[in-house]
């Protein structure tokens, strides 16, 4: 479903020429933007507050996502060259800040399976510059500066993602059972 969410903004952002992206220029996709925020949205919140069964390829998956959710707005921005390169630099420099910072996971089981909750600020702050971001295309779109400014956002914050789940998989080898009293901070529900 999500790819496919994906899939129609991406062709919509690409075949559209009224703007840098073309979003503001027909309101059917305008919605179409809306809807699949709210969805990103809806799922992430769900998820940060209810935590997520613990499988490497899910906590891979998140950040993997966002790299190209990132890539697709920093690419399809029409900022220059040079800013564009220097915003995709910043993915692996946040990736290492989230490696070394991102130790804010919990993990816990509920029903038998293994659960993990992530730091919620990161992906608090992820969020609210992508909102930010589609809001600048919508309302002002030509305002290159603007973009460049939370494409730079956005692109540490995915890499501070990535980090995190490196993170998330390194503590979840040194996690304990819930019977022993060391080890990552345990709770059963």
Same mark, same amino acid.
């Given at each position: 479903m999500l790819h496919s969410h994906?899939?129609?903004?991406?062709?919509?952002?690409?075949n559209s020429g009224t703007n840098i992206s073309?979003?503001?220029?027909?309101?059917?996709?305008l919605y179409g933007l809306i809807v699949f925020l709210?969805?990103?949205?809806?799922?992430?919140?769900?998820?940060?507050?209810n935590g997520?069964?613990?499988?490497?390829?899910? %906590?891979?998956r998140t950040p993997i996502i966002y790299i190209l959710l990132t890539l697709f707005t920093v690419f399809f921005s029409g900022i220059l060259n040079t800013a564009l390169e220097s915003t995709i630099l910043l993915i692996p420099?946040?990736?290492?800040?989230?490696?070394?910072?991102?130790?804010? %996971? =919990?993990? $816990?089981?509920?029903?038998?399976y293994l659960y993990y909750k992530r730091s919620p600020i990161v992906m608090i702050i992820w969020l609210v510059a992508l909102i930010i971001r589609f809001? @600048? #295309? %919508?309302? @002002?779109?030509?305002? %290159? =500066?603007w973009l460049?400014?939370?494409?730079?956002?956005?692109?540490?914050? =995915?890499g501070i993602l990535m980090? #995190?789940?490196?993170?998330?998989?390194?503590?979840?080898? #040194? $996690?304990?059972?819930? #019977?022993?009293?060391?080890?990552?901070k345990q709770e059963m529900i």
């Amino acid at each position: 479903m999500l790819h496919s969410h994906l899939s129609s903004i991406l062709s919509l952002s690409i075949n559209s020429g009224t703007n840098i992206s073309g979003i503001s220029g027909d309101t059917t996709q305008l919605y179409g933007l809306i809807v699949f925020l709210a969805i990103i949205i809806t799922l992430r919140l769900y998820r940060g507050l209810n935590g997520r069964i613990y499988s490497t390829s899910r %906590v891979l998956r998140t950040p993997i996502i966002y790299i190209l959710l990132t890539l697709f707005t920093v690419f399809f921005s029409g900022i220059l060259n040079t800013a564009l390169e220097s915003t995709i630099l910043l993915i692996p420099l946040g990736t290492l800040l989230g490696y070394a910072y991102g130790t804010h %996971v =919990t993990f $816990f089981y509920r029903n038998n399976y293994l659960y993990y909750k992530r730091s919620p600020i990161v992906m608090i702050i992820w969020l609210v510059a992508l909102i930010i971001r589609f809001g @600048i #295309e %919508v309302l @002002i779109p030509l305002n %290159v =500066t603007w973009l460049l400014i939370i494409d730079l956002l956005l692109s540490g914050t =995915t890499g501070i993602l990535m980090g #995190e789940a490196l993170n998330i998989i390194k503590k979840r080898k #040194e $996690f304990k059972s819930p #019977e022993t009293t060391d080890g990552i901070k345990q709770e059963m529900i």
